[in-house]
């Protein structure tokens, strides 16, 4: 709940900006000016970037005994409050192996949230250059040593937002709903499990959640990159865009068109297969549609989710703390339903849930608009489009009207496909006899990831009934 208030807040005040929002509360003691933070490049080249705080500054990282002592200024930011509402409605009837489940649910959700006073903090750079100018980076010390060099970058944080006096934040929810079954489904819908954390730490449960935050925690914050040599001579990035790392093991990003399928993501030799979800059950791939479209309507969830997806695929122990947006049933749901795969399904395990992390990520880095366009989207329009799209990659001259699919020949359904095309930068367009697309400068990876989310929609919807 912290990090979809403080992740609402950043998008309404400094979208694409520089500032990240903080996503847990124990990260605020971490983030003061020259501290340092570990910046994660991700598996596929569209993913949002982690940040991660650590217990040093750059001082700890230079040589030389002498300690550099920040100087920062201080001022008073704005006032901030804001309410946000959600409504969310479901069926889910599903059997995998031996578990099965049936859902009905309705639902909404507000989250009211006050920041009162916020004040911002910002280092003196040029004070913090002249005062490191003969400094060098101990390249023996352990956080060095243990960077993964393909993926991190070092940054020092140069300003911070926080709060002036006690504020909260609370969210309310209203539920109506009959289940049966073993899986918990019903935290796929999106806020249904709450949690009340006091300053104590005591996690109970209850259909609302207050959320008090004291004074003096920050709730964004901006980085400014190291490039580190291999001798240990350092830069700070100055100017907007640049980009840190060490040299030698700074990763070169590929050049990608808008419409390529890659072979390997962006940091190793992950391929782009979603042909292993063609692969697993019907039960399996109907009840993932499903939570997938649920959950597409509720951003914050889907990022989280695809957090604990990279968890899974990595081989890593989930820590249930660090995914307080994800209720207990959206993780056990989740985690049942690839433990089931990995017992019923005769296909390759890891395959089939990297393919589930592939989806799960081009969905989460697409725009909010064209999710809940694909949250509406039914199975034969999903599997129309993606047939629509694959004809449209493989020719590079406009195709004749009559490649358009059947269904999309229907204006409703076409202007749908209209929709979600112009949601990523891509115009569709069509005369009496021809039909072709112009891609947009600002497209970036928009296309290819919307792309990519069809295929594997498609993959799970194919053989599924329309509603």
Same mark, same amino acid.
């Given at each position: 709940?912290?990090?979809?208030a403080t992740?609402?807040?950043?998008?309404?005040?400094?979208?694409?900006?520089?500032?990240?929002?903080?996503?847990r509360v124990n990260d605020s003691?971490?983030?003061?000016?020259m501290?340092l933070v570990?910046?994660?490049?991700r598996?596929?080249?569209?993913?949002?970037?982690?940040y991660q705080?650590?217990?040093?500054t750059l001082?700890?990282?230079?040589q030389?005994n002498?300690?550099?002592?920040?100087?920062?200024?201080?001022?008073?930011?704005?006032?901030?409050?804001?309410?946000?509402?959600?409504?969310?409605?479901?069926?889910l009837?599903t059997?995998i192996?031996?578990?099965s489940?049936?859902l009905?649910?309705q639902?909404s959700s507000k989250?009211?949230?006050?920041?009162?006073k916020?004040?911002?903090?910002?280092l003196?750079?040029?004070?913090?250059l002249?005062?490191?100018s003969?400094?060098?980076?101990d390249?023996?010390?352990?956080?060095?040593?243990?960077?993964?060099?393909?993926? &991190?970058?070092l940054?020092v944080?140069?300003?911070r937002i926080?709060t002036?006096?006690?504020?909260s934040?609370?969210?309310m929810?209203?539920e109506?709903?009959?289940?049966?079954?073993i899986?918990?489904?019903?935290?796929?819908?999106g806020?249904?499990?709450k949690?009340?954390?006091n300053?104590s730490?005591n996690i109970e449960?209850?259909?609302?959640?207050?959320l008090?935050i004291p004074?003096?925690t920050?709730?964004?914050?901006?980085?400014?990159?190291?490039?580190?040599?291999k001798?240990?001579?350092?830069d700070?990035?100055? %100017?907007?865009?640049?980009?840190?790392?060490?040299?030698?093991?700074s990763?070169v990003?590929?050049s990608h068109?808008?419409?390529?399928?890659? &072979?390997a993501?962006?940091n190793g030799?992950?391929?782009?297969?979603?042909?292993?979800l063609?692969?697993?059950?019907?039960?399996?791939?109907?009840?993932?549609?499903?939570?997938?479209?649920?959950t597409?309507?509720?951003?914050t969830a889907l990022?989280?989710?695809?957090?604990?997806l990279?968890e899974?695929?990595?081989g890593?122990?989930l820590?249930?703390?660090?995914?307080?947006?994800?209720s207990?049933?959206q993780?056990?749901?989740?985690s049942?339903?690839l433990?089931?795969?990995a017992?019923?399904?005769?296909c390759?395990?890891?395959?089939?849930?990297?393919?589930i992390?592939?989806l799960?990520s081009?969905l989460?880095?697409?725009?909010d608009?064209?999710? *809940?366009?694909?949250?509406?989207?039914?199975?034969d329009?999903?599997?129309?489009?993606?047939?629509?799209?694959?004809?449209?990659? %493989? *020719?590079s001259?406009?195709?004749?009207i009559?490649c358009?699919p059947?269904?999309?020949?229907?204006n409703?359904?076409?202007?749908l496909?209209? %929709?979600?095309?112009?949601?990523t930068n891509?115009a569709?367009k069509?005369?009496?006899h021809m039909l072709?697309?112009?891609?947009?400068?600002e497209?970036?990876?928009?296309?290819?990831v919307?792309c990519?989310?069809?295929?594997g929609l498609?993959?799970?919807?194919?053989?599924?009934?329309?509603?």
């Open positions: 709940m912290f990090s979809k992740a609402n807040f950043v998008r309404q005040i400094d979208p694409e900006g520089s500032l990240i929002h903080v996503s003691k971490k983030l003061f000016p501290a570990v910046k994660r490049n598996t596929w080249f569209w993913q949002k970037t982690k705080p650590t217990d040093f001082s700890d990282l230079l030389g002498t300690v550099l002592s920040p100087d920062v200024s201080e001022t008073e930011f704005l006032t901030y409050k804001g309410t946000f509402r959600d409504k969310l409605s479901g069926k009837d059997e192996g031996s578990a489940a049936t009905e649910a639902g989250l009211q949230l006050s920041f009162g916020l004040k911002k903090e910002e003196n750079v040029k004070k913090l002249q005062d490191s003969s400094r060098l980076v390249m023996q010390k352990p956080l060095v040593q243990q960077l993964e060099k393909i993926a &991190d970058v940054a944080v140069k300003e926080l002036t006096d006690s504020c934040i609370t969210q929810s209203k109506q709903c009959t289940f049966q079954g899986l918990g489904l019903l935290g796929m819908l806020n249904s499990v949690v009340c954390v300053e730490n449960a209850d259909s609302d959640v207050s008090e004074s003096g920050v709730i964004a914050y901006s980085i400014l990159e190291l490039e580190i040599k001798d240990g001579h350092y700070i990035c100055l %100017q907007p865009g640049t980009i840190g790392g060490i040299e030698a093991d990763l990003w590929p068109g808008p419409w390529d399928t890659v &072979d993501g962006c030799s992950q391929k782009m297969d979603l042909s292993p063609a692969e697993l059950p019907q039960s399996t791939r109907s009840t993932l549609f499903k939570i997938l479209q649920e597409l309507r509720d951003p990022s989280y989710m695809e957090c604990l990279e899974l695929c990595s890593e122990t820590n249930v703390a660090e995914h307080e947006e994800l207990d049933s993780m056990k749901s989740l049942a339903l433990d089931s795969q017992e019923n399904s005769q390759d395990f890891p395959a089939h849930q990297n393919a992390y592939l799960v081009a989460e880095a697409l725009p608009q064209t999710l *809940s366009l694909l949250s509406e989207s039914h199975p329009f999903l599997e129309a489009f993606d047939t629509l799209m694959c004809r449209l990659k %493989q *020719s001259k406009p195709l004749s009559q358009l059947v269904l999309l020949q229907d409703q359904a076409f202007q496909a209209e %929709q979600l095309l112009s949601s891509v569709l069509r005369d009496s072709w697309m112009e891609t947009g400068n497209a970036g990876a928009l296309p290819l919307l990519l989310s069809i295929q498609s993959l799970l919807c194919k053989g599924l009934v329309s509603a």
